[in-house]
């Protein structure tokens, strides 16, 4: 039996979401090992507005989900 769209679409939120989130989290865990650097601040800035909307992606696309299976 397949999914409905509705749970495909949910699947693939949360799937972008969790791509985002960890690459966010590399990209705010990079100025490790790039040292010290002016730049460093604006790296971390746009690793974290990632891990933000992956985290914003997870949670809407989990309770979308979840939503959908009650039906």
């Known amino acids: 039996m397949t999914d409905p769209p509705h749970f495909r679409g949910a699947r693939r939120t949360v799937l972008?979401?969790?791509a985002l989130f960890f690459a966010g989290a590399l990209i705010t865990l990079s100025p490790i090992l790039l040292g010290r650097g002016s730049l460093n601040r604006f790296i971390v800035v746009f690793g974290?507005?990632?891990v933000f909307i992956g985290g914003?992606?997870?949670?809407h696309g989990g309770w979308d989900?979840?939503?959908?299976r009650g039906r």
């Open 16 to 18: 972008i979401g969790l």
């Open 48 to 50: 974290l507005v990632g």
């Open 65 to 68: 989900w979840l939503r959908g």
């Open 56 to 59: 914003s992606c997870v949670i």
